[in-house]
């Protein structure tokens, strides 16, 4: 049977500037235009498992602003519960500044506004959400304690936890290691986490175990055109990325995460769900946007169920 899903994280009104190349330090350069975007880690992640046919409902705070209104109705429009997004009377709602590359990279500069209220206090009032649901869906646009304070209560509550480290923060508590069952970061977060100089995939690889030794039940790295490095204690394995044009990179991560956890919400073993949040991103990649980017159940079944059979037949690789 299909289980709930609760994201707990932010939403931003993305603005991005696309333009040829991305300015250098004290370069001024012209874009070519101006979108506005709904966003945000949280509801990027809640609008992806809505999207993919999951059970979800999103917990996190909003301005009295048009972008905040915008931004949960466009969540609530693929049947994603908002009904505890809360709306800060003082803080405008967060918003992100995204330049987006000819080549499809971007870089993110992210005003947190009302995501600052996501707290400990706001949490503890929503306590029924965890109750009331089976997976726990968290990134790091909020308040750290408060990110931390919801993984605790959790697992006081045996719920499965999934924990996409982005932005990596400087540090994480020891007790948190080990109430993570799935931790998701990229590349460059895996290695931040371990303060590893390295970039190559032994470092990765490293970076990942050294995880596990802290506690942590899974480890999933996402490693963009290169695939996903999933490692645990029994079992590691390389799985490759489908073959695309990319145009827009933005909410690949999220993506990725959301149809994740749709994956394990539908009873997929781990090895399935990343193959089919392989693919949820895959095809992201090759729309603009962030929540505009993002797929539907019917667009990635199909493609999903032909690439994993691939996968299991060799494309998947022990490492």
Same mark, same amino acid.
């Given at each position: 049977?299909?289980?709930?899903?609760?994201?707990?994280?932010?939403?931003?009104?993305?603005?991005?500037?696309?333009?040829?190349?991305?300015?250098?330090?004290?370069?001024?350069?012209?874009?070519?235009?101006?979108?506005?975007?709904?966003?945000? +880690?949280? =509801?990027?992640?809640?609008? %992806?498992?809505?999207?993919?046919?999951? *059970?979800?409902?999103?917990?996190?705070?909003?301005?009295?602003? %048009?972008?905040?209104?915008?931004?949960?109705?466009?969540?609530?429009?693929?049947?994603?519960?908002?009904? %505890?997004?809360?709306?800060?009377?003082?803080?405008?709602?967060?918003?992100?500044?995204?330049?987006?590359?000819? /080549?499809?990279?971007?870089?993110?500069?992210?005003?947190? =506004?009302?995501?600052?209220?996501?707290?400990?206090?706001?949490?503890?009032?929503?306590?029924?959400?965890?109750?009331?649901?089976? &997976?726990?869906?968290?990134?790091?646009?909020? !308040?750290?304690?408060?990110?931390?304070? #919801?993984?605790? +209560?959790?697992?006081?509550?045996? +719920?499965?936890?999934?924990?996409?480290?982005?932005?990596? !923060? /400087?540090?994480? !508590?020891?007790?948190?290691?080990?109430?993570?069952?799935?931790?998701?970061?990229?590349?460059?977060?895996?290695?931040?986490?371990? #303060?590893?100089?390295?970039?190559?995939?032994? $470092?990765?690889?490293?970076?990942?175990?050294?995880?596990?030794?802290?506690?942590?039940?899974?480890?999933?790295?996402?490693?963009?055109?290169?695939?996903?490095?999933?490692?645990?204690?029994?079992? *590691? $394995?390389?799985?490759?990325?489908?073959?695309?044009?990319?145009?827009?990179?933005?909410? %690949? =991560?999220?993506?990725?995460? =959301?149809? &994740?956890?749709?994956?394990?919400?539908?009873?997929?073993?781990?090895?399935?769900?990343?193959? &089919?949040?392989?693919?949820?991103?895959?095809?992201?990649?090759?729309?603009?946007?962030?929540?505009?980017?993002?797929?539907?159940? /019917?667009?990635?079944?199909?493609?999903? +169920?032909?690439?994993?059979?691939?996968?299991?037949?060799?494309?998947?690789?022990?490492?």
């Amino acid at each position: 049977m299909k289980k709930r899903i609760l994201v707990v994280g932010s939403l931003n009104m993305d603005m991005v500037i696309e333009m040829k190349s991305m300015p250098l330090i004290g370069e001024t350069v012209l874009g070519d235009t101006l979108k506005y975007v709904p966003g945000g +880690k949280g =509801g990027n992640q809640a609008y %992806a498992v809505g999207s993919l046919g999951g *059970e979800a409902s999103l917990l996190g705070c909003v301005g009295a602003d %048009a972008f905040g209104s915008r931004l949960v109705e466009n969540i609530r429009a693929c049947k994603v519960d908002v009904s %505890a997004v809360d709306v800060d009377e003082e803080e405008p709602t967060g918003t992100a500044v995204i330049y987006v590359d000819e /080549e499809g990279n971007n870089s993110i500069v992210v005003a947190p =506004g009302a995501n600052s209220s996501c707290n400990v206090e706001l949490l503890q009032k929503k306590d029924e959400l965890f109750q009331m649901n089976d &997976f726990m869906l968290f990134q790091m646009e909020i !308040p750290l304690e408060a990110v931390f304070y #919801g993984i605790r +209560k959790a697992k006081e509550y045996e +719920k499965t936890v999934i924990l996409n480290p982005a932005p990596a !923060p /400087e540090d994480i !508590p020891d007790d948190i290691w080990e109430r993570i069952d799935y931790l998701t970061p990229n590349e460059t977060e895996v290695l931040k986490l371990c #303060g590893e100089p390295g970039t190559s995939m032994e $470092h990765i690889k490293k970076s990942a175990k050294r995880i596990l030794a802290k506690g942590v039940k899974n480890v999933i790295v996402t490693l963009g055109d290169k695939g996903v490095f999933f490692v645990n204690n029994n079992e *590691e $394995h390389l799985f490759e990325a489908r073959k695309v044009d990319a145009i827009d990179t933005t909410a %690949a =991560g999220d993506c990725f995460n =959301g149809a &994740f956890a749709v994956g394990l919400s539908k009873g997929m073993t781990v090895c399935e769900a990343i193959g &089919f949040a392989n693919v949820a991103s895959s095809v992201a990649v090759q729309r603009k946007g962030a929540q505009s980017s993002i797929p539907k159940w /019917e667009e990635v079944e199909s493609v999903w +169920k032909e690439s994993f059979l691939t996968q299991t037949s060799g494309q998947m690789s022990m490492m």
